[in-house]
């Protein structure tokens, strides 16, 4: 840097300029990827955001409706008392096989280990059909037991399903495939590490920047206040092309009962994403407000 | 200063353009297909 460009307020030369845009542009992606990360390892793995979607608003009164039509279904097919199964689930029940299903398929992707599958919530399912007086009459007291046996796992197959909107074999089959060509929770330990590596990146950067700009703080400030801008601006323009693909529309076209889970989901990540857009872009034009003020106090 | 000033504004849109046409590319090669993949992917996993 030429002596002149040493004395405080001047910018320095474009020699020392063009590398530090270049680390600006550096730093706006290392800022960039650790928010999408983030963003991404808690849709993949936070088991408590599943949680929360899996509850919100009307999701079990949906799922209970499901389940109740199912069982007068299966009432109207068999002969019985749709009462006699709907009064074994309760939204208490539900709520908890909710809640086991997540911690289920949560710790099934990161251990890559398929665990044992939560028990669905039918106790006393089989004695309340055979004491049914429409099925004893309907059925011949030789064919009740493997009727009501028959009825029972359908019935538990309507609970299972509203419970777990995405195939069970499928998942199972997934984490089997994926767990023979990766370690699993190594690859997890390694996801999460992610955000960190991303951050230690935009610090390399930022250092860098305030090398090339000989330790000049209110100028590195211009740069590094423009980066933490820039990529707030496209944390909230990423909302943009994930709104397009229509993934909500998409889901509720294939399945009803996930309308209200993707749409809390949706909403969850949609509000953080913004939060951080919006901290990042008021941090960054903060940091170059105080970079132009520095400099107009030099330059005065 | 005032020359700096008008530019100071400038600097995030700059920084972020080159990523915005990164994606934006993207987008217009891989996106219909993403999209399609995407679709027949929920309906094979949902369960109805």
Redesign the interface.
């Known amino acids: 840097m030429s002596k002149k460009n040493m004395k405080a307020g001047r910018l320095p030369s474009l020699g020392a300029r063009i590398p530090a845009a270049v680390f600006a542009l550096l730093l706006t992606g290392a800022i960039w990827a650790a928010v999408l990360s983030l963003l991404g390892i808690q849709l993949l793995t936070s088991r408590g955001l599943h949680e929360r979607a899996a509850l919100a608003g009307d999701a079990v009164e949906l799922q209970m409706t499901r389940i109740e039509n199912g069982f007068r279904e299966l009432a109207d097919e068999f002969g019985f008392e749709p009462e006699t199964l709907i009064s074994l689930v309760s939204r208490e029940k539900m709520e908890n096989l909710d809640r086991e299903v997540v911690r289920w398929w949560t710790e099934s992707v990161a251990t890559g280990r398929i665990g044992e599958k939560p028990t669905v919530p039918l106790e006393g399912a089989e004695e309340a059909l055979k004491a049914d007086s429409r099925l004893s009459a309907s059925v011949e007291p030789l064919l009740l037991p493997t009727t009501v046996e028959k009825i029972t796992a359908r019935a538990g197959r309507i609970v299972w399903k509203s419970a777990v909107h995405v195939r069970d074999d499928l998942l199972t089959a997934g984490v089997q495939i994926a767990g023979r060509q990766i370690n699993l929770p190594q690859a997890a330990e390694l996801l999460g590490k992610v955000p960190l590596a991303a951050l230690a990146a935009a610090l390399l950067f930022a250092g860098l920047i305030a090398l090339c700009m000989s330790r000049r703080l209110q100028t590195a400030g211009h740069f590094i206040g423009g980066a933490m801008a820039a990529a707030g601006l496209l944390t909230a323009l990423t909302l943009l092309p994930v709104k397009m693909l229509n993934l909500r529309g998409m889901l509720a076209e294939a399945s009803g009962a996930l309308t209200a889970q993707s749409a809390h989901l949706e909403r969850i990540l949609t509000l953080e994403s913004l939060g951080c857009a919006v901290l990042l872009i008021i941090a960054g034009v903060l940091l170059m407000l105080l970079a132009k003020k520095e400099y107009a106090r030099h330059e005065g | ?1 005032k020359k ?2 008008k530019w ?1 504004w400038l ?6 353009l ?3 046409a990164a ?1 934006g590319a993207a ?1 217009a090669l891989y ?1 219909p297909t ?2 399609n993949l ?2 027949v992917a ?7």
């Open positions: 200063m700096q000033g100071i600097t995030p849109v700059l920084l972020a080159p990523f915005i994606v987008a996106g993403l999209q995407v679709s929920i309906k094979l996993a949902v369960t109805k």
